[in-house]
């Protein structure tokens, strides 16, 4: 597909979504809904030898739809909603996939997942109407890439009718922001590219489609200076470097270049620096051997994560050889005096009654 039809996705359905102030979770919802109704009408026609139906019975069972959707659905003898199994061969990456890195370890756990479990969840996919028999992914490009790495030849996908534009990077953007799984990294190479391609003018116009501040495009697209071996290794810690703190690095790279960034990176990471005392870094305040620490704090040597029926509650960290610090939350009151009691009864002297 050329750039300029790339854009024809943009354009193809206006986006409401902006100008009615609709949140991310809103279109999250909105694709959730395209499916359940679509599930619904194959529901409606089980029994009735749902692949073989007649045209007329197409026609009964589909509701709204783009004319390229109908037919390509009429054409294969497909019920919207129906989860079928398509050759991996035949999925390929969307032009607008919000995502760009996929961190090897997150696809390796998912790998060893779906050989012993099987694919649980469909993915959805739209049709590339120009090129017959392939399809773009919409949403589920890591089960992809697993199924790939275990060596499977087909997966399990729903067909759905969306244009490829930007309303499906919309709804895949939104879907990784539920999942926590959309970083600043994947806006700053796709924004970029957006840019580049000429599917927006603009900063402004492309922050009013995502309803976006134009700063925050701005910063993102800053970042995407960054060569991507320097972003890899940010990526795969998204709670250390956030849009703050990759801009200082941006800047740090601008004038010390990649070794430096990336020991910079590093330091960061095993030294637990803020933004702050990167920023000074930056400035030339404050050296990579000898960054000011905020007085009073010190690195946790250990980590323990505590949980009460499967939900996180808090934290257990351990400083040098004779710090402990306990911190809880979320607890009845009931659970907090009957820990208090357990902890006074540990610390009471030997011997000592209570």
Do not use: C
């Not at 806006?187 to 009013?208: G, I, T, Y």
């Not at 991507?228 to 290794?233: G, Y």
């Not at 009845?332 to 357990?342: G, I, P």
């Amino acid at each position: 597909m050329k750039p300029s039809q790339f854009a024809k996705g943009f354009k193809a359905r206006p986006d409401t979504t902006s100008s009615e102030k609709r949140t991310a979770l809103d279109r999250l919802n909105a694709i959730d809904g395209i499916v359940d109704v679509q599930q619904s009408r194959q529901a409606a026609v089980n029994g009735q030898s749902s692949a073989f139906l007649a045209d007329e019975q197409f026609d009964d069972v589909a509701g709204p739809e783009s004319d390229a959707y109908r037919a390509w659905r009429r054409a294969h003898r497909y019920t919207a909603g129906q989860v079928i199994e398509l050759p991996l061969k035949a999925i390929k990456p969307s032009p607008f996939n919000p995502r760009h890195f996929y961190l090897k370890t997150s696809i390796a756990e998912l790998t060893v997942n779906l050989a012993k479990q099987g694919q649980q969840q469909a993915i959805h996919v739209i049709p590339d109407y120009e090129n017959a028999g392939t399809f773009f992914v919409n949403d589920g490009g890591r089960r992809v890439r697993a199924l790939k790495e275990a060596n499977k030849e087909t997966v399990k996908a729903i067909v759905v009718d969306l244009p490829i534009g930007i309303e499906s990077y919309k709804l895949g953007y939104d879907l990784n922001v539920q999942r926590d799984s959309q970083t600043v990294f994947d806006n700053a190479v796709v924004w970029k590219r957006f840019l580049e391609e000429r599917h927006f003018q603009s900063q402004r116009e492309l922050a009013d489609h995502l309803g976006l501040d134009e700063s925050t495009i701005a910063v993102a697209l800053s970042i995407a200076k960054l060569p991507e071996n320097v972003m890899q290794e940010m990526v795969t810690r998204p709670d250390r470097f956030g849009s703050n703190m990759a801009y200082q690095i941006t800047r740090y790279h601008a004038a010390r270049g990649n070794d430096a960034t990336l020991r910079l990176i590093n330091k960061i990471t095993s030294d637990d620096l803020s933004t702050r005392q990167v920023a000074d870094i930056v400035k030339g305040r404050a050296s990579t051997q000898e960054a000011p620490k905020p007085a009073g704090r010190q690195r946790y040597a250990q980590r323990m994560e505590i949980k009460m029926d499967g939900v996180s509650v808090g934290d257990l960290k351990s400083y040098g050889e004779d710090r402990l610090e306990l911190r809880l939350r979320g607890l009845t009151k009931e659970k907090r005096d009957e820990l208090l009691h357990q902890i006074e009864k540990m610390l009471l002297p030997a011997g000592t009654k209570e």
